[in-house]
T-cell receptor, first 118, second 111 residues
Framework: GAVVSQHPSWVICKSGTSVKIECRSLDFQATTMFWYRQFPKKSLMLMAT?????????EQGVEKDKFLINHASLTLSTLTVTSAHPEDSSFYIC??????????????FGPGTRLTVL | QKEVEQNSGPLSVPEGAIASLNCTYSDRGSQSFFWYRQYSGKSPELIMS????GDKEDGRFTAQLNKASQYVSLLIRDSQPSDSATYLC???????????FGRGTSLIVHP
């Protein structure tokens, strides 16, 4: 399957700082990437859909000014958590579709970024 | 609202048994169906996709789709302790490209 990477894999920051998470498709071009958040023992929650060259589409209840998404190229999408607070501590996961695979709507997930805000 | 329902479990099966995981969905227009496996602390990993009614087999895994009854299931034959994980069902409706995920079923395979 297609490979999606994320960086960093984990990050600890102080309250009030901003954190940038990168999501890269390594062996394919992804027009669309998705950002999810998962709290411990909870289900995946879609935060936003990231579209290359255009504004992201945010799910209801997700603050677009707090979670800035930039999809500047076909292989890179970034999520910036601005002015992070302890309640933003979570597991952030991106995914992307590889249009070149036989199942063109199969999503492949990155390994995730664990964010801890002190 | 599109819904994907899974029993949260845990489903406990002995090693070597068949584990049966079920998922129902509300949108009759759904076209694409997926099963993901998620180990604790890790991100989901795609196991299988299925698009038409019937069975699809891949190794020890078999996905079954019944659109008339709006359910999709995953069978794991010869279950191993390493299969212990949460299994997520995901569904994409016709006209959409965004999957809706179920809450996942926790599977425990005990020796």
């Amino acid at each position: 399957g297609a490979v999606v990477s994320q960086h960093p894999s984990w990050v600890i920051c102080k309250s009030g700082t901003s954190v940038k998470i990168e999501c890269r498709s390594l062996d394919f071009q992804a027009t669309t990437m998705f950002w999810y958040r998962q709290f411990p023992k909870k289900s995946l929650m879609l935060m936003a859909t990231s579209n290359e060259g255009s504004k992201a589409t945010y799910e209801q209840g997700v603050e677009k000014d707090k979670f800035l998404i930039n999809h500047a190229s076909l292989t890179l999408s970034t999520l910036t958590v601005t002015s992070a607070h302890p309640e933003d501590s979570s597991f952030y996961i991106c995914s992307a579709e590889d249009p070149g695979t036989s199942g063109s709507d199969e999503q492949f997930f990155g390994p995730g970024t664990r964010l801890t805000v002190l | 609202q599109k819904e994907v329902e899974q029993n949260s479990g845990p489903l406990s099966v002995p090693e070597g048994a068949i584990a049966s995981l079920n998922c129902t969905y509300s949108d009759r227009g759904s076209q694409s169906f997926f099963w993901y496996r998620q180990y604790s602390g890790k991100s989901p990993e795609l196991i299988m996709s299925i698009y038409s009614n019937g069975d699809k087999e891949d190794g020890r895994f078999t996905a079954q789709l019944n659109k008339a009854s709006q359910y999709v299931s995953l069978l794991i034959r010869d279950s191993q302790p390493s299969d212990s994980a949460t299994y997520l069902c995901a569904v994409i409706s016709g006209g959409s490209y965004i999957p809706t995920f179920g809450r996942g079923t926790s599977l425990i395979v005990h020796p």
